[in-house]
């Protein structure tokens, strides 16, 4: 498979191997947090408060030369980069959205919900996607309608999809640290059956594999912590959109993200 930088990447077949390929640099990485995992190491705050553990650098530095190698065209937008004030110009070409370690507090608190999100950007939108959860050894790839899969450990790739909203009640996934009035709010208003407290990107997989039907998120988020999740969703059917449930977008001037409800299929 070779990646010329030029927009779109020809085949089926084509985007299902860079979705492996993307797999394997999100399992190196981690493979690095492991490392760091099972360690004391101290976390340190960024300028916007945010929580920063050497795992999310270690695990970035390995992302990024990846793709360098890989699509050494393709602008990198990745979390800690931006951080440092390292931000890539994109325009209006393909260019990838990197969150190392999303999840960070599931992270610090042994909580092995925190995930590897690695994004592509087409024209605006989640086209290609990989969320790894390096604790569970698991993967979610999407790359394109009908195109999601689940890799558990060393198998084979599985087919998953969003299920249509259940007519008996709705299952809701929320963050377990960043839930607050207006999530209750908003989930009051629905038919909710129950609901499942869980981290990082993995309520975006959740949903895809049909094990949930919706996730509102009011609070802040940036575009690196939802691109790889939506291209997951949107490939098993279901959908991410603003609250005038317009598709979010990507590569925004400041890469924030506004609130957004991410859901499975419309009910049958």
């Known amino acids: 498979m070779s990646m010329t930088g030029d927009v779109g990447l020809g085949s089926d077949q084509e985007r299902r191997q860079l979705a492996l390929r993307l797999a394997s640099i999100a399992r190196e990485a981690g493979e690095a947090i492991l490392?760091?995992?099972?360690?004391?190491?101290?976390?340190?705050?960024?300028?916007?408060?945010?929580?920063?553990?050497?795992?999310d650098e270690a695990a970035e530095r390995l992302i990024l030369a990846r793709l360098e190698a890989l699509s050494p065209k393709y602008p990198v937008v990745a979390e800690e980069s931006v951080a440092a004030g390292r931000i890539p110009k994109v325009g209006n070409g393909p260019f990838w959205l990197v969150d190392p370690l999303d999840g960070t507090l599931e992270f610090v608190h042994r909580?092995?919900?925190?995930?590897?999100?690695?994004?592509l950007i087409e024209g605006g939108r989640p086209t290609l996607g990989v969320v790894y959860l390096p604790a569970q050894g698991k993967a979610y790839l999407g790359c394109g309608p009908g195109k999601a899969w689940r890799i558990a450990?060393?198998?084979?790739?599985?087919?998953?999809?969003?299920?249509?909203?259940?007519?008996?009640?709705?299952?809701?996934?929320a963050s377990r640290s960043h839930r607050d009035a207006k999530t209750e709010a908003f989930l009051a208003e629905k038919?909710?059956?129950s609901w499942l407290p869980a981290g990082s990107a993995l309520k975006f997989c959740l949903i895809a594999?049909?094990?949930?039907?919706?996730y509102p998120r009011f609070?802040?988020?940036?575009?690196?912590?939802?691109?790889?999740?939506?291209?997951?969703?949107?490939?098993?059917?279901?959908?991410?959109?603003d609250l005038d449930g317009r598709e979010l977008r990507y590569g925004k001037p400041d890469f924030a993200n506004p609130a957004f409800i991410a859901e499975g299929r419309p009910a049958a």
Do not use: C
């Open 35 to 55: 490392e760091i995992y099972g360690a004391p190491g101290a976390v340190r705050e960024k300028a916007d408060h945010s929580p920063v553990t050497a795992a």
């Open 111 to 119: 909580i092995g919900e925190f995930t590897v999100n690695i994004g």
């Open 153 to 173: 450990g060393s198998g084979a790739p599985q087919p998953i999809a969003a299920r249509p909203a259940p007519a008996e009640g709705l299952i809701a996934v």
């Open 191 to 193: 038919n909710i059956k």
């Open 209 to 214: 594999e049909g094990a949930a039907d919706v």
């Open 219 to 241: 609070g802040r988020t940036m575009e690196w912590d939802t691109a790889a999740g939506h291209a997951v969703l949107a490939a098993a059917g279901g959908r991410v959109h």
